[in-house]
């Protein structure tokens, strides 16, 4: 197949009828509206036509409220996420509102059904392997989901549901998008219900295949193993550009089986030629195949992202299947140079680290990016828990973010961006100091291995039977080297310590 071949439907017709009537003729007598990619229009402002590298300026008129109006009265309705679309096609159209909850400015982005985009991966899809995509906005992902779902469904005659959340996928309005071919759809009334709906499809309507975009929350990655241990074959798209920003990502690595620190004793360290505190997954993936969608024709391939991800926390090089299409359709297939990058992201996110001048009780010092909460409380609560945390104003700047629950769920720009980047978001459940220092603990908590929760629970051991407060205090279950840095922290502070009980759950005791 060509790329002349490659059939692209946009129904341009229909978003034109959607514009005031001076717009659609100028935008009509624009040069190539085959590339054509979104109309902006914000109020005061010149309205644009954004194609890919350059914008047209389409009237020297400001945009009026009348003008948002008339479109807003030519679409669908606005969902919960400020998004609506036009009947029986692929257009996306997004809201900007004031404060008071205005309709202040519009995106109008052109949607088009490709044919031909899954040849690069049809393979993968026809051996029946759930399948994870990724990339940036605007690479592909949701049109590459659309096509995977026609032919699962036309070509292959299987039985396949969409829960298509924005309806991103088959398009507004009761009767799907053709470009779905004879796969079933399923609308979510507001994007905090894709989760439950997830598992209506499954247990309602017995599908062989379920299609979803967007994967974002953990309740969602947590429906989404649910499916996958049925025995349902998942293709799905979530936030992130790589497979590293999704181990990175605390909300999401679930999706390629977690990510969690294992002490290992002497021996097993020794044979492993490694530290004893080591990074392992957690889990069985729950999609067994990730490809990122780098441009257009273009993806990085991981085959087997078990295999993967256990090389990138062994720390060993790890390169992608790289494969692209040409002009002519000529599919050419290739390894990529091996990187470390990821498994020295993981080491430097997720392994203990060491302040350089031993402050902070020898804990680097966390970068946290407030969104949405107060920094003085956020200051206040760091130095109540004595957590060495300090603030920036930056979140690309941050170790992690900080924010509430409702933020997240709007998904802004800032967090968004957060999110592809890999930095890990932590929810708070509100804005007042107790819950923020409880999001910090955990931040603090889930940055630190096993060695020092034990050194840290011996530390305190110590202080009380020191006090007074008790004569004998029994530590938690330890493998022998943590047991023997405890006897060591007992001993210089001229204290006794015994270990007790069999393994695994042989622990120390300390007392006067």
């Known amino acids: ?65 009348e003008d948002i109006a008339f479109v807003i009265s030519r679409i669908g309705q606005f969902g919960g996420d400020n998004r609506a679309g036009i009947e029986r096609t692929l257009h996306r159209i997004s809201a900007l509102r004031n404060r008071a909850g205005k309709v202040v400015g519009l995106t109008l982005r052109v949607g088009r059904a490709v044919y031909g985009t899954m040849e690069i991966i049809r393979d993968v899809v026809e051996a029946g392997r759930s399948i994870l995509l990724l990339g940036r906005p605007g690479v592909g992902k949701t049109t590459l989901l659309r096509e995977v779902a026609r032919v699962l469904a036309d070509e292959m005659g299987k039985r396949v549901v969409i829960v298509d959340t924005s309806n991103e996928i088959a398009g507004d309005g009761d009767i799907p998008h053709p470009g779905i071919g004879r796969a079933r759809r399923m609308q979510v009334a507001a994007p905090s219900l894709q989760h439950a709906v997830m598992i209506e499809a499954v247990e309602n309507h017995m599908p062989e295949v379920v299609v979803i975009d967007e994967i974002g929350t953990e309740q969602e990655a947590g429906a989404a193993r649910t499916i996958a241990e049925r025995g349902v074959q998942l293709i799905a798209t979530a936030h992130g550009n790589t497979l590293e920003n999704l181990m990175l990502n605390p909300t999401l690595s679930d999706l390629v089986g977690g990510v969690q620190t294992v002490t290992l004793g002497d021996e097993e360290a020794r044979r492993r030629g ?18 990122e969608i780098q441009a257009y024709q273009r993806v990085a391939l991981y085959q087997d992202v078990a ?83 300090a603030i920036v104003r930056e979140p690309d700047e941050a170790d992690v973010v900080i924010t509430l629950k409702n933020y997240y769920r709007r998904k802004t720009p800032r967090l968004r961006n957060a999110e592809s980047q890999g930095i890990p978001i932590y929810i708070a459940r509100s804005n007042s100091s107790t819950q923020i220092a409880s999001a910090l603990a955990s931040v603090i908590e889930l940055r630190r291995g096993p060695e020092d929760k034990a050194l840290e629970e011996a530390r305190d051991g110590i202080e009380q039977v020191v006090g007074g407060q008790s004569d004998e205090i029994e530590l938690t279950p330890q493998n022998a080297y943590v047991r023997k840095l405890q006897h060591e922290l007992v001993e210089r502070a001229n204290l006794s310590s015994r270990s007790t009980g069999a393994e695994p759950f042989r622990r120390v005791q300390i007392y006067r």
């Open 307 to 389: 295999q993967t991800v256990d090389a990138i926390l062994l720390g060993n090089p790890v390169a992608p299947e790289i494969r692209s299409r040409d002009a002519s359709g000529e599919l050419s297939v290739s390894t990529s140079k091996p990187s470390r990058s990821a498994s020295e992201a993981m080491e430097r996110r997720s392994t203990p680290r060491i302040a350089a001048n031993g402050a902070n009780g020898g804990r680097e010092t966390v970068k946290v990016y407030p969104f949405g909460l107060s920094w003085t409380r956020v200051e206040e609560a760091a130095r109540g828990l004595g957590l060495p945390v």
């Open 1 to 65: 197949m060509t790329r002349e071949q490659l059939l692209a439907t946009d129904e341009l017709d229909a978003i034109l009828h959607a514009l005031p009537p001076e717009l659609v003729q100028r935008v009509r007598g624009l040069d190539g509206l085959d590339s054509l990619l979104e109309i902006v229009m914000d109020l005061g402002r010149l309205p644009e036509a954004r194609f890919t590298g350059r914008e047209e300026i389409l009237s020297q008129r400001e945009v009026t409220a």
């Open 274 to 291: 490694t530290q004893k505190s080591v990074l392992e997954r957690k889990a069985p993936p729950t999609f067994q195949t990730l490809v």
